[in-house]
C-alpha cells in the first residue's frame, strides 16, 4: 500500500468504503484519478476501458462539457435554495424534463439524492396513497427474491439480495417476495428476453393475493432488469402479467428503474420497452449522468391526483429531503437529458445493441461460463462458483480485467457490463476480448 500513498501523497486509512473489502483494497488499491469519454485513468496513468458506465450511471460518456458547465454555472447562480414551502426554477425545470420523458400519464416528479431515497420515496408514495383514498389498511409491500431496491431501510426489505439483508433483517413488518425470474434450466444463454417464464407472476395470484387479501397489499414492486443481481431479463410476457393482476386488485406497480432508466434498454425507460406502464418508477443514475447524486419518483396522475384533495393549505405528503430538487443537480439533470435528445443516445443504444448481444455470446463454451443474458446495453456473463468461495472467480476475472485495462462490474460469480451508451463497436471488441482471455486465466 505504501507505494499509491508515496506516489500520490494520501492516506487510505480514513475511507470506509462502501460495498468494498477494505482491507483487501488498501493493500492493492485501484485508483482512478481522471475520466473522458469511455476511459478512467487510474493513478499509475493507464486508460481504463469502461465498460460500467462507473456504476450504471455515466450513460452519456464521461466528462461531457455540457453537463458540467450546466451545473458550474449554476453554482455561480443559486449555489442552494429550500424547496420545502419555497423553490427555485431549476427544480421545475429538471421536473417538466423528465416527465416529458416519462410515459404518457406520469407528469409528476419527487426528487431525491439517490436510488436508495429514490425508492423509499416511492414506497411511502404508495402506502400514503392507499391512506389518503381511505384504504390505509393497504400497508403490505411485496418485492422479489434477487431484487436489489438500495440500501434502506424500506428498500432492503422489499429488496431479496441476501447479503444486504443479513445483517438487518427485515424491518419493514408487512413484506412478502415474488419468486425470482431466472431459470437455468429453462432459459440459459436466452437472447434478450427468454421466452419461458411468464407464470412466475402468477405467483402473485396464486399464493400472495390468498394468503395476505388484497385488500392488504399496497404495492409490488420489481425492477424492470434485475441489475445488480446479475441482470435477470424479464421472460417474455411477466411484467404484462404483473400488470394486469395488479390492476385487478387495486395494487400499485412501482419500476425500480435505477439502472433501466436513461436510456440502458435503448428507450428512455424499461416502461417504454417493455410496453408496461407502472404507477409510480424510481429513477436516479443516468439522471444526471453520475455528475451529481439526484434521485426521485415519477408518479402517476392516478397516484398524484389522489393526494391533491382537501384544503388548499394542507401539505399533501410529509416527506422530503434538503437536497430534493438541489440546484446544481437539477441543472445537471436538464442539461443531461438534453443532451441524449440532442446525440440520439437512446437510438444510439438501441442500433448497437444486437452488436454487443452477439459479441457477448462468443464467450459461451470458454471455461466454466454457465450462462450469458443481455439486454439493451446490459451484458452478463455467469461463471460457476469455485468450490467453497462463491464469488472469488468472478473477482478475480475483474481484478484481472482491470489490470489489462477494462472495468466490469462482479457481483457474486456474475460479471456485468452496461457500457456508456457512446460505446462504438471497436470499444465492445475490446471489452470481450479481454473479458475472454481474463476468463479463461480464471479457471
Ligand atoms: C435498481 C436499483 N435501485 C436502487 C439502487 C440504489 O441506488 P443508490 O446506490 O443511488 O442509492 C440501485 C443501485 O445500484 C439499483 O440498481
Keep these: 500500500m505504501g507505494n499509491i500513498e508515496t506516489t500520490l501523497g494520501i492516506d487510505l486509512s480514513a475511507f470506509w468504503m462502501p460495498f468494498s473489502a477494505n482491507r483487501q483494497f488498501k493493500h492493492a488499491p485501484r485508483l482512478l484519478v481522471g475520466a473522458k469519454d469511455m476511459h478512467f485513468t487510474a493513478h499509475d496513468g493507464r486508460k481504463v476501458l469502461d465498460g460500467t458506465a462507473g456504476l450504471w450511471c455515466v450513460n452519456a460518456g464521461h466528462g461531457r462539457e455540457k453537463i458540467i458547465s450546466a451545473a458550474k454555472a449554476q453554482l455561480d447562480v443559486l449555489d442552494f435554495a429550500p424547496t420545502f414551502q419555497l423553490g427555485h426554477p431549476k427544480a421545475f425545470e429538471a421536473a417538466q424534463k423528465i416527465a416529458a420523458l416519462a410515459p404518457e400519464g406520469m407528469d409528476h416528479v419527487f426528487f431525491s439524492n439517490s436510488g436508495s431515497e429514490a425508492v423509499d420515496s416511492a414506497l411511502k408514495i404508495a402506502l400514503a396513497y392507499h391512506r389518503a383514498r381511505g384504504e390505509g389498511q393497504r400497508t403490505i409491500l411485496v418485492g422479489r427474491e434477487r431484487g436489489y431496491h438500495g440500501t434502506g431501510f424500506g428498500g432492503i426489505s422489499v429488496g431479496g439480495m441476501t447479503n444486504n439483508r443479513k445483517t438487518f433483517g427485515n424491518l419493514l413488518p408487512r413484506v412478502d417476495h415474488l419468486r425470482h425470474t431466472w431459470d437455468i434450466e429453462h432459459q440459459a444463454y436466452s437472447r434478450g428476453q427468454p421466452e419461458w417464464g411468464a407464470h412466475f407472476a402468477d405467483e402473485l395470484e396464486q399464493r400472495i393475493i390468498p394468503l395476505h387479501d388484497a385488500s392488504n ?73 453520475g455528475t451529481i447524486p439526484m434521485g426521485g419518483v415519477v408518479a402517476s396522475n392516478k397516484v398524484y391526483d389522489a393526494f391533491m384533495q382537501g384544503p388548499e393549505g394542507a401539505i399533501e405528503l410529509f416527506h422530503g429531503y434538503t437536497y430534493s430538487g438541489h440546484p446544481v443537480a437539477a441543472a445537471a439533470a436538464v442539461a443531461t437529458i438534453d443532451l441524449y435528445r440532442e446525440e440520439g443516445l437512446f437510438e444510439r443504444a438501441a442500433a448497437i445493441a444486437p452488436y454487443f448481444e452477439q459479441a457477448l455470446h462468443s464467450l459461451k463454451g470458454l471455461p466454466n461460463v454457465i450462462d450469458i443474458r443481455n439486454l439493451g446495453l446490459i451484458g452478463v456473463i455467469e461463471v460457476a462458483p469455485r468450490p467453497g468461495a462463491v464469488g472469488a472467480r468472478a473477482f478475480d476475472v ?41 476468463l479463461k486465466r480464471a479457471a
Design 217 to 289: 397489499i399496497a404495492a409490488v414492486i420489481v425492477e424492470p432488469v434485475a441489475g445488480s443481481t446479475g441482470g435477470l431479463v424479464p421472460p417474455k410476457g411477466y411484467l404484462e402479467r404483473l400488470r394486469a393482476i395488479c390492476d385487478k386488485y387495486g395494487i400499485l406497480l412501482i419500476f425500480d428503474e435505477v439502472i433501466t432508466g436513461f436510456g440502458r434498454l435503448g428507450k428512455p425507460f424499461g416502461a417504454d420497452f417493455f410496453g408496461v406502464t407502472p404507477d409510480l418508477m424510481s429513477f436516479a443514475k443516468g439522471v444526471t449522468n
Design 398 to 438: 475483474f481484478t484481472d480485467c482491470y489490470a489489462n485495462g477494462l472495468l466490469v462490474r462482479p457481483a457474486g460469480d456474475t460479471l456485468a457490463m452496461s457500457p456508456p451508451l457512446i460505446v462504438e463497436k471497436s470499444h465492445i471488441d475490446e471489452m470481450v476480448g479481454k473479458l475472454g482471455a481474463a
